[in-house]
């Protein structure tokens, strides 16, 4: 199970922490990633990290911006978000792949979510 948290509302240029913690199963061996649902828009990829933190990816929207992180010990995953943009409000999710070898930025190489965190950025 998956637990996400940390959303709010921020006013542009402002900066929030997600978390994202696992309970139930170990997914310290797994990537992670975190995707978002803005209203009216198909859920999209934001980025993931691979089991051991040693590579990271991207959206290009928030490249630069974004940083996700995870920490072992804590089974806990983070995604730092800064410098937010309007654009940047949606519910975010964040999800594991089923496989030790799963990895990926589409929603289909994921198969465990948690149940997401509103992150309303005001202007």
């Known amino acids: 199970q998956l637990q996400a948290s940390g959303g709010g509302l921020v006013q542009a240029g402002g900066s929030l922490r997600l978390s994202c913690t696992a309970s139930?199963?170990?997914?310290?061996?797994?990537?992670m990633g975190w995707f978002r649902q803005a209203p009216g828009k198909e859920r999209e990829f934001v980025a993931a990290?691979?089991?051991?933190?040693?590579?990271?990816y991207y959206a290009d929207s928030v490249k630069g911006r974004f940083t996700i992180s995870r920490d072992a010990a804590k089974n806990t995953v983070y995604l730092r978000m800064d410098s937010l943009e309007p654009e940047d409000t949606a519910v975010y999710y964040c999800?594991?792949?089923?496989?030790?070898?799963?990895?990926?930025?589409?929603?289909?190489?994921?198969?465990?979510w948690g149940q997401g965190t509103l992150v309303t950025v005001s202007s």
């Open positions: 139930g199963r170990t997914f310290g061996r797994y990537a």
């Open positions: 999800a594991s792949p089923k496989k030790i070898s799963g990895w990926g930025t589409s929603i289909v190489d994921y198969g465990f």
């Open positions: 990290i691979t089991w051991n933190g040693s590579n990271t």
